[in-house]
Nanobody
Framework: QVQLVESGGGLVQAGGSLRLSCAAS????????MGWFRQPPGKEREFVAA????????NYADSVRGRFTISRDNAKNTLYLQMNSLEPEDTAVYYC?????????????????WGQGTQVTVSS
């Protein structure tokens, strides 16, 4: 089993920054694909960013490319999402997810484990 715990969410003004963390525990050696997704109020969950744990290959949604950066700390088994130049449209619950080598980076259906989410609210 793998457990994922997100932290770092909060309230920030437009133009500000936040860094989200996702701490993984359990059988983390079996994880390959890691991702961040978000669900805005009243909308479907959408892809934000993904990272291959071994390859360090990253993918980003067009809406966040150039503003968000996904990264990892291998020693801490922790995934990060650095969010800069935040906009009100970024307001959502952000989820960390873990999959296998067969998981497509941008598709939520292939991720095996999910965190409980952390709220990010951007005010104008």
């Amino acid at each position: 089993q793998v457990q994922l715990v997100e932290s770092g969410g909060g309230l920030v003004q437009a133009g500000g920054s936040l860094r989200l963390s996702c701490a993984a525990s359990g059988r983390t050696f079996s994880n390959y694909q890691m991702g961040w997704f978000r669900q805005p109020p009243g909308k479907e969950r959408e892809f934000v960013a993904a990272l291959g744990w071994i390859t360090n290959k990253s993918n980003y949604a067009d809406s966040v490319r150039g503003r968000f950066t996904i990264s990892r700390d291998n020693a801490k088994n922790t995934l990060y999402l650095q969010m800069n130049s935040l906009e009100p449209e970024d307001t959502a619950v952000y989820y960390c997810a873990a999959g296998t080598i067969a998981t497509m980076p941008k598709s939520n259906s292939g991720y095996r484990y999910w965190g409980q989410g952390t709220q990010v609210t951007v005010s104008s």
